[in-house]
């Protein structure tokens, strides 16, 4: 263990934390889980100020993401050598993967703790202080279910549930399923819980979590299990919007689209990862779908759902990728139309197999097949978005969706189909608060969102409780209890039968 000499002051007042989040949306929600249990323990966050307590909650996805955390604990050494007592600590899929090095890199850290004992950090912080020691505690299956530990939601709107923790997949790029384990799945009756408890707090939009969220059922024998959960919790009375994030290709089925296309309250938009159009690149990348099923995949979503919106994840220069493989992925970008896209260039991950595949692509060639990618995707965004002026839509208003919305005297957030709508107020008009709905007429569009200048007549503002609770939370930001913080999952029944 590395000694850590600074201790933390005396003083009666609470310590206070930041949470900082990198990676995915799985990630995000662990980070609430993080905050809600530093809370519970009596920390407060530091809104803001310097902060006694740093939690980097860290991905290991990308290479980058190891100069990343270094670079970011080598700043803060020095901010800790100017902050008494300070503490910091690691966290995430990086923490899990690098575990003791991370230690010997940065001596100055306090805390290092894997993806399996989130509900830890507060006790080895203490520990940190106490004993002036690092301490490093890494396990290598799941402690509790991270649903159960307290959280503070960062929206008074929206909110993530996890269905399911780890993967059963083995995708050569990826190294997720040796830091999270193995597919673990919640009872159908659990799930359903935490949605109606998040409703009853306010909460009008939920997003289901997974690695694979339609593999769901696996753990107890229900193949179908994942459609029965979509129609159940969009019955939940209250919920308006139902999202879920990331299915697998290979797994998604009928049941699945007709559930969607049948519950009003799960929402027209898909994101639907391909990572690549040419086949012999899938093979090597053990992805157990084919292009032409992905293809039709999105033809039976569309057939059903014609406004859906599908977003999608690609990977350029996987090994062994050739001009034709690179071709077949554009064909089939072209043909998929999607919304949006997360485009990646492939990099090597230590411990997966496609790091050690012969014919790693010339950074240069991955480089120039990128730019060539985003330039088409770039391309059938702008011109999917600009078929949307015209239409009106329903937007769910953040708090803070667009850098630009103060100087540009306008409001964002997000339609039903996920796009994100940048829009303006009409003179005279009530102004809506974070969680409240507009409805407005897209009145122009670019590839990364749509624009609504709406005419007095053209403007509707529709009051929700999400907004309630956010204008009771300004009011009094004070508060210890601002009705975002939850200590483990409340028993509150749900307003719909539980799923079997």
Request: with cysteine; glycine share 8%.
């Amino acid at each position: 263990m590395s000694t850590i000499e600074q201790s933390a002051p005396h003083t009666d007042q609470p310590r206070t934390y930041e949470v900082r989040s990198f990676g995915c949306q799985m990630n995000v929600h662990d980070s609430e889980h993080l905050r809600g249990s530093l809370e519970a323990a009596g920390y407060v966050e530091a809104d803001g100020q310097e902060p006694d307590v740093i939690v980097l909650n860290t991905c290991a996805v990308r290479e980058n993401a190891d100069n990343r955390l270094y670079g970011n604990l080598g700043y803060l050494a020095s901010v800790k050598r100017e902050h008494e007592g300070m503490q910091i600590a690691v966290g995430g899929c990086l923490a899990q993967k690098d575990q003791g090095r991370i230690t010997e890199k940065a001596p100055w850290v306090d805390v290092v703790f894997g993806t399996h004992n989130m509900g830890s950090l507060p006790v080895l912080l203490e520990r940190a202080r106490h004993n002036h020691e690092a301490q490093v505690e890494i396990l290598e299956s799941l402690e509790v279910f991270p649903s159960t530990l307290p959280s503070k939601r960062e929206s008074h709107a929206s909110g993530w549930v996890s269905i399911s923790v780890g993967c059963n997949n083995t995708c050569t790029f990826c190294i997720v399923p040796s830091l999270r384990g193995k597919e673990r799945d919640r009872r159908p009756g659990d799930v359903l819980s935490e949605v109606g408890a998040l409703v009853d707090q306010g909460v009008i939009e939920v997003t289901l979590l997974g690695q694979n969220v339609n593999s769901y059922g696996v753990g107890f024998g229900d193949r179908k299990a994942f459609g029965k959960l979509l129609r159940t919790a969009g019955a939940i009375d209250g919920l308006e919007r139902l999202r879920f994030t990331s299915p697998h290709p290979a797994m998604f089925t009928a049941d699945v689209i007709d559930a969607m296309a049948d519950t009003p309250s799960v929402m027209p938009q898909l994101h639907m990862p391909l990572q690549s159009g040419s086949d012999r690149v899938l093979k090597a990348m053990r992805r157990s779908y084919r292009s032409a099923k992905f293809l039709r995949i999105l033809d039976d979503v569309r057939d059903r759902m014609p406004d859906a919106a599908i977003s999608t994840d690609i990977i350029v220069g996987f090994p062994g990728e050739t001009d034709e493989d690179f071709e077949q992925t554009l064909d089939v970008v072209r043909k998929s139309r999607f919304a949006s896209a997360f485009t990646f260039q492939y990099s090597i991950r230590p411990g997966t197999p496609a790091a050690t595949m012969p014919d790693q692509v010339p950074k240069a060639v991955v480089q120039e097949r990128y730019e060539r990618l985003v330039e088409v995707q770039n391309q059938i965004s702008l011109e999917e978005n600009r078929q949307q002026i015209g239409r009106s839509v329903e937007v769910l208003v953040a708090p803070a969706e667009g850098r630009k919305d103060h100087a540009n005297h306008r409001l964002s957030g997000r339609a039903a189909d996920n796009r994100l709508v940048h829009f303006s107020v009409p003179a005279g008009a009530d102004a809506p608060r974070p969680g409240d709905f507009v409805t407005v007429p897209v009145t122009d569009a670019a590839p990364f969102h749509l624009l609504a200048d709406p005419r007095a007549d053209q403007y509707r503002v529709r009051r929700t409780v999400s907004g309630d609770a956010w204008e009771a939370a300004e009011a009094d930001a004070c508060a210890v209890d601002d009705g975002r913080v939850s200590l483990g999952m409340p028993s509150i029944p749900i307003r719909a039968t539980t799923a079997s």
